[in-house]
């Protein structure tokens, strides 16, 4: 199962809105609704931002949205803070029964 | 709020094996999968398989198909892995995490380290 992917970087202004693609197959995210969001600071454990292609869990901010098009699912952040900058990962179930990471973007807030 | 607390950094020669525990609480054990997850130093997340902690049924990623084994400890809540004939690219931080088609609380990781 080859990882999903991901643009290695992305950068934006405070205040700006950036968009993180994820692209996989219909064995994986064309196939499933099962798509997930995660944020990842150096040297901490991953934190789920989105579930389910579009839904936030409780606590995380609506700045945070997802979608997904076809074998494409997207996180947008929208009025981008310092906080946001971090490592973002999607992952999709698979019709293996199995999970993929997506290969991780670098967000940077300039 | 639910909370999964692993067990501490480890240290193993090439061949040696390894068993990383994770403690669940907050939550009923049983109605959740545990997943475990890899990620290598400066690289991305690898997903490694899950088990089923109602009925025990795992699912393996191929690539460490006959080295890895999960298991639960329902009686104390508790999940874990273990790798067999480690190499050194087997060094990473191990990640248990509660679900398995979606996976929303994570450990805080176990830095597993193959040196010789």
């Known amino acids: 199962q080859s990882a999903l992917t991901q643009p290695a970087s992305v950068s934006g202004s405070p205040g700006q809105s950036i968009t993180i693609s994820c692209t996989g197959t219909s064995s994986d995210v064309g196939g499933y609704n099962y798509v997930s969001w995660y944020q990842q600071h150096p040297g901490k454990a991953p934190k789920l931002m989105i579930y389910?292609?579009?839904n936030r869990p409780s606590g995380i901010s609506n700045r945070f949205s997802g979608s997904k098009s076809g074998n494409t699912a997207s996180l947008t952040i929208s009025g981008l803070q310092a906080e946001d900058e971090a490592d973002y990962y999607c992952?999709?179930?698979?019709?293996?029964?199995?999970?993929?990471f997506g290969t991780g973007t670098k967000v940077t807030v300039l | 709020q639910a909370q999964l607390v692993q067990s501490g950094a480890e240290v193993k020669e090439p061949g040696a094996s390894v068993k990383v525990s994770c403690t669940a609480s907050?939550?009923?054990?049983?109605?959740?999968?545990i997943t475990w997850v890899r990620q290598a130093p400066g690289q991305g997340l690898e997903w490694m398989g899950w088990i089923s902690t109602n009925n025990g049924n795992t699912k393996y990623a191929q690539r460490l198909q006959g080295r890895v084994t999960m298991t639960t400890d329902t009686s104390t809540s508790t999940a874990y892995m273990e790798l067999r004939s480690l190499r050194s690219d087997d060094t990473a931080v191990y990640y248990c995490?509660?679900?398995?088609?979606?996976?929303?609380?994570w450990g805080q990781g176990t830095l597993v380290t193959v040196s010789s």
């Open positions: 389910d292609v579009s």
């Open positions: 907050g939550y009923t054990f049983t109605s959740y999968s």
């Open positions: 992952s999709s179930y698979t019709s293996s029964s199995t999970q993929v």
């Open positions: 995490a509660r679900g398995a088609k979606r996976v929303d609380y």
